[in-house]
Every structure is written in C-alpha cells, then in structure tokens.
C-alpha cells in the first residue's frame, strides 16, 4: 500500500531552519505530484508548497514564498520542504501528501490528493 513518511519536524527558535522530508513507498513516485499541508491548533489545513513530477513547476502559499523552498529526488522517492526564517506563526503539524495528476499540474487543493502521511509537528519558539 502507499506510505508517505514525514521526517525532520522538531523545536526550533524563531528564525531558525528546518528541513521536512518525505519518503514515499508503494506508489510510481515520478507520476505523482507532491505537496506540502500543516495545519495549526484551531485552523484549516492549508497547502504551503507544491511541485509537479519533474519538479520543475512549484507553488507556494503567500505566507511561505520566498523563505521555504519544496524540491524532490525522484531517484529516491523523497520531497523535502526546506525552511528557512521561521516564524512562531510557522508552528503547525506539517502533512506530505501526493496527487496523481498530468505531468504539468502542481496541485495546490485539499481535495487533489490522493495519498496522505501522517505528519510531523514543527514548533517554532519566539
């Protein structure tokens, strides 16, 4: 069956770095989109970052561009979200999720996906 392993999540002080990865298993990894959700205490789970197969077409939330950067090794099956600059507001529980999409698509709904981990909790100090 398809497995996704979040990885990386952790305490970390404001303007700290972490960097999530996400072993996937059980799927054609290169065919599937990848995302990046979190969701924090009392809010919606939100996509902060999404790329397509060949990793060449990305998306990202407002809140994250310019300080996480999401990127794949498809030879590995692994995503990453690189994150940089943290913020207290950054503390979530941080989901790896993938999409079987066309090749040129970069997903950024809930809805999209097709296959979720079990996410990693990230906690950002002030």
């Known amino acids: 069956q398809v497995q996704l392993a979040e990885s990386g999540g952790g305490l970390v002080q404001a303007g700290g770095s972490l960097r999530l990865s996400c072993a996937a298993s059980?799927?054609?990894?290169?065919?599937?989109?990848m995302g990046w959700f979190r969701q924090a205490p009392g809010k919606e789970r939100e996509c902060v970052a999404s790329v397509n197969w060949s990793g060449d077409i990305t998306y990202y939330a407002d809140s994250v561009k310019g300080r996480f950067t999401i990127s794949r090794d498809n030879a590995k099956n692994t995503v990453y979200l690189q994150m940089f600059s943290l913020k207290p507001e950054s503390t979530a529980v941080y989901y790896c999720a993938a999409a079987l999409t066309d090749r040129g698509v970069r997903p950024e709904e809930e809805g999209e996906f097709d296959y979720w981990g079990q996410g990693t909790q990230v906690t950002v100090s002030s």
């Open positions: 059980g799927l054609t990894f290169s065919t599937y989109a």
